[in-house]
């Protein structure tokens, strides 16, 4: 995750009331490796049918999600051992009718700190509050377009744009932070500076930009990726934009930590301040390092992005023992520098910072998923030289 506007002005919303001040000067210590934010996707089941979707999520679902008192179980284990964050995520979490059951235990915890990421669709007026009552500090609402019928074709079921937009009215009424999330694909990237308008306009706090990823149905739509020109402007707009909005909304980039480098290397003026981007970025994580995912069958993957992968199940492990640095299936991620060996990716100094990029779009398209991220375009001898920096090193 590249924090834009902190790393372009030093200023945070919704970021810096969960994690407190942080910056290229002050890099975060919200999360660490043992203690991870989790992304908990609770459920299969949605109501929408995304073109996209990570974990392939439809209506009805035949695998075996944990049950209401195994998910309370994992509740209360993440606030024993401290969890920095949990994102509540489905599919749609809302669809579970024991939804509130599962959250009780973490409901307005000082650890962890709780955020939905939702369709919008379910949020009413009651849910709303009730979300506010357990203590959410943050709702993100999937918006794809401003132009109702691009997202709800991208979403799956006409209505999806409307529904959302009443959802996040609802929460903003109700006193939670909201920001939306929107994948970006070749065909939505130039629509950037007007969604961030409108979310601006709509009170909105924070944007998440995530770069289309090739996991789940996403696996399918490869062609919908953005090019590297169309990646590299996107880069210098949103350094733009970022100083536009710094007072009132957040921008965020997922899913391409490449660009955080390149736009350290627009912004910094010398090594010395070059390297305190870096130290930032670093401090941010990744997939397996400060970051995990759990699966609505209990099993616990380096994060949503890497399906293929299980580090543990928890109906057979806890957590604080998934979680042990001695983790065979783990270390490969806390120490990722050691595996990546593309032809870029394999020999790039800031390999560690970047993680590769995204592993699930070298698999999709290179057939190893421990190759080189595609969508990568970052000259990084250039970059290094201009900063003094030994192309052999590892950041």
């Not at 970051?291 to 604080?320: A, H, M």
Request: net charge positive; glycine share 8%.
């Amino acid at each position: 995750m590249i924090p834009v506007t902190v790393m372009v002005t030093g200023k945070g919303t919704v970021s810096t009331r969960i994690k407190g001040h942080y910056g290229p000067r002050r890099p975060s210590s919200f999360s660490d490796i043992l203690r991870p934010i989790v992304f908990w996707n609770i459920t299969y089941k949605c109501n929408l049918r995304c073109i996209h979707c990570y974990i392939s999520a439809g209506q009805y679902s035949d695998r075996y999600e944990l049950s209401t008192e195994e998910a309370i179980r994992v509740s209360e284990e993440m606030v024993k051992i401290g969890i920095p964050l949990v994102i509540l995520s489905g599919g749609e979490p809302l669809v579970r009718d024991d939804f509130w059951k599962i959250v009780e235990p973490l409901a307005n915890k000082k650890r962890p700190k709780l955020s939905l990421s939702t369709n919008g669709t379910l949020i009413t007026r009651d849910v709303a509050h009730q979300l506010a009552s357990y203590g959410f500090v943050y709702v993100g609402i999937s918006i794809d377009s401003i132009v109702p019928a691009r997202h709800d074709y991208f979403r799956g079921v006409k209505g999806a744009f409307e529904a959302a937009v009443r959802g996040i009215k609802n929460s903003l009424e109700a006193g939670i932070d909201v920001g939306i999330r929107t994948t970006i694909t070749k065909f939505n990237v130039d629509e950037v500076p007007d969604i961030l308008k409108w979310a601006h306009d709509n009170g909105i706090r924070r944007v998440s930009l995530y770069i289309l990823d090739t996991v789940g149905r996403g696996a399918f739509i490869k062609d919908l990726l953005p090019s590297h020109e169309q990646l590299k402007k996107l880069a210098h707009m949103l350094i733009d934009e970022a100083r536009k909005y710094a007072d009132d909304m957040e921008i965020l980039v997922v899913r391409a930590q490449f660009l955080g480098i390149y736009m350290a290397s627009i912004l910094a003026k010398d090594k010395e301040e070059f390297m305190q981007y870096i130290k930032m970025l670093d401090a941010q994580g990744n997939c397996g390092r400060k970051s995990i995912s759990i699966y609505p069958d209990g099993e616990v993957k380096p994060c949503q992005f890497i399906d293929w992968v299980s580090l543990g199940n928890l109906r057979e492990k806890t957590l604080s023992e998934i979680l042990r640095p001695d983790n065979k299936n783990l270390e490969p991620f806390i120490h990722i520098e050691k595996y990546l060996r593309g032809t870029r990716c394999g020999q790039c100094p800031f390999r560690r910072i970047c993680g590769g990029g995204s592993r699930g779009r070298a698999l999709a398209l290179t057939g190893d998923e421990w190759g080189d991220d595609p969508l990568c375009f970052l000259d990084y001898t250039e970059i290094a030289k201009k900063y003094g920096i030994d192309t052999g090193a590892v950041l």
